[in-house]
């Protein structure tokens, strides 16, 4: 097609790609098209914005490594990673789902932990936290042999990745559940962070004037054949953050109770202040199959 105006550009676009044979490509690519170009007629996008929002993409590639992945942290605090969840999740957006973002951090080899031991893999500062939880089905039935993978950030704020004086795969663990469905381990009581600024999305979150911080939570990947891999994250309930999570996260499913113990800790080693936290899974009946891991 030779284009005379403008509004035939994306005709002409729609047209080379029609050729595609998979039907779902060519349903989602004529969609990102349309709205692409709606977008740009409607903010009337200048050549100036254009290079710049060029010039970003790269640099978020530029940005990921196998320490961090900048795409995934974009997407997070666009609410794009929330949103795919939420529309993925609990019957297709209908309600609230106990499902929650990825996330950029997860790594796909922690170790095989020992239900009941410790996560804490180094000296980590904070209160110990006894995390005491069950797995069920969507009739609330026991799932034993569920593989789970825990993992969060130090009460300083940073995961093991990010900070040269934690152990590799420390607050990292995989744990197989119980004939009752139940995981426990010990770790410590996490805390709210900032996500990573010194790239693309830091920029964004400048310029709008955004707080670049998360809720203090744990993050479970709950995994077992003939079941939907359930991908989820635990908030801790009196965090300040709670309501205006920087990748909007959080949901009222994913808040936790938090416990401030009272009277001797479960641990004959604790002698000061401690936290537990009970919580129960539900995984649904579905394919089982685990995500691509953002980080190695």
Not at 87 to 93: A, F, H, P
Not at 247 to 255: K, R, S
Not at 262 to 289: I, K
Request: hydrophobic share 40%; charged share 20%.
């Amino acid at each position: 097609m030779i284009i005379a105006r403008q509004e035939d550009v994306t005709e002409a676009v729609l047209v080379a790609m029609d050729g595609a044979e998979d039907a779902r490509l060519r349903n989602v690519m004529a969609a990102f098209i349309r709205h692409l170009h709606a977008f740009a007629r409607e903010v009337r996008l200048t050549e100036a914005e254009y290079e710049y929002a060029i010039d970003m993409l790269n640099r978020i590639g530029q940005a990921t490594n196998d320490s961090h992945n900048e795409g995934v942290l974009f997407s997070d605090a666009l609410g794009l990673s929330t949103l795919v969840c939420l529309l993925n999740n609990g019957q297709n957006g209908a309600t609230e789902t106990a499902a929650a973002l990825l996330g950029p951090f997860w790594r796909a080899n922690a170790p095989l932990t020992e239900n009941g031991g410790s996560i804490v893999r180094s000296p980590t500062p904070g209160p110990p936290l006894f995390v005491d939880c069950r797995i069920r089905d969507a009739h609330g039935l026991p799932l034993a042999g569920v593989r789970v993978d825990v993992w969060q950030a130090s009460p300083a704020g940073m995961y093991e990745n990010q900070d040269e004086t934690q152990a590799d795969m420390n607050l990292r663990g995989v744990f197989k559940t119980d004939a009752e469905g139940r995981f426990a381990f010990r770790t410590v009581k996490p805390a709210g962070y900032p996500v990573p600024t010194h790239g693309p999305t830091g920029e964004m979150l400048a310029a709008q004037k955004r707080h670049p911080y998360r809720p203090a939570h744990l993050h479970v990947l709950a995994f077992k054949p003939g079941f939907k891999t359930l991908i989820t994250q635990v908030f801790v309930d009196d965090d300040e953050h709670l309501e205006s999570d920087v990748v909007f996260g959080v949901t009222q499913a994913l808040i936790g109770d938090f416990r401030k113990g009272a009277g001797p800790a479960p641990a004959a080693d604790v002698a000061g202040e401690w936290f537990s936290l009970a919580y129960t899974f539900v995984m649904e009946p579905g394919e089982a199959v685990l995500p691509q891991p953002p980080i190695k």
